[in-house]
């Protein structure tokens, strides 16, 4: 091999270490997913509860706009300029490592789905994530709804006008934009094994939560608290907001487990035969 063929042979080695083949991934996404079920349940409630407040901020710039921008621009847009800055708290929550439901939805369902882990044991794990996001957006939600309208940066109009934009939906057209949601930040978690440099793993986080903003797609952790301050305003009642929720937590999760763990793991286990 000449020097010019060894180069391009190291490139390409380089190329492969950095982004990493669909086995390679699914390995990856397997042992992490394994490493969350060996937490003490108490960490990883914290965890989740961290990742709840901290996803906050992306509600926090929404409604800032929604706020803001009323009468400044066409109101048909605000959601649209909106959807640009939705996802920076995500990039908080991602890049800082906290468990969040819907990045960790797909990822938790590879040990059960390959043999490792129980289904009860699943869905333990998954209700301590799923309790820890959203009381911490509640507290997230109080908090921002408090400070916000004494700092004039959040009006009551613009809470009202998220949570009826997040809730003014028939229940299966919410389930369906659910699933798009998990599919993505399934999709997520998947792309992050792959990029080993922060800005990458920023870039993806930004592009792919990006999507689910411009696409208004529901989004169960983010959305809770929307339709939660929604609810403290009085714009929906507990009802909707129940049944939203609800809605929005099972789109996520077939979302995710289907489009991407199931289909992944399938895609692996039949490259083996």
Not at 53 to 75: H, N, P, R, T
Request: include cysteine; proline fraction near 1%; hydrophobic fraction near 50%.
């Amino acid at each position: 091999m000449d020097k010019k063929e060894k180069d391009e042979s190291d490139k390409k080695s380089n190329l492969e270490g950095d982004m990493g083949g669909h086995d390679e991934i699914l390995i990856d996404q397997l042992c992490e997913g394994l490493e969350v079920y060996q937490k003490q349940s108490m960490a990883t409630f914290l965890s989740a509860l961290s990742a709840g407040m901290e996803i906050g901020f992306s509600f926090l710039l929404v409604a800032i706009c929604y706020s803001q921008f009323k009468g400044v621009i066409d109101e048909d847009w605000i959601p649209y300029t909106a959807a640009f800055v939705y996802p920076l708290g995500f990039i908080l929550v991602i890049v800082g490592k906290s468990i969040l439901f819907t990045e960790q939805t797909s990822l938790l369902a590879l040990p059960v789905i390959g043999g490792r882990r129980s289904f009860q044991e699943l869905m333990k794990l998954w209700a301590i994530v799923i309790a820890g996001n959203i009381l911490g957006g509640f507290i997230i939600g109080i908090m921002l709804l408090a400070i916000g309208q004494s700092l004039h940066v959040i009006t009551l109009g613009g809470i009202e006008a998220i949570a009826t934009h997040v809730a003014g939906y028939p229940i299966l057209t919410i389930f369906g934009s659910a699933i798009l949601a998990g599919w993505l930040m399934g999709l997520l978690s998947w792309s992050l094994s792959s990029i080993k440099h922060a800005v990458g793993q920023i870039m993806v986080v930004y592009i792919i939560t990006l999507i689910i903003g411009l696409g208004g797609f529901h989004h169960s952790i983010v959305g809770n608290i929307e339709i939660f301050t929604g609810m403290l305003t009085g714009s929906i009642n507990f009802m909707d907001y129940l049944i939203t929720l609800i809605a929005m937590l099972l789109g996520n999760t077939f979302g995710g487990v289907f489009f991407v763990a199931f289909l992944k793991y399938r895609t692996y286990k039949a490259n083996e035969n």
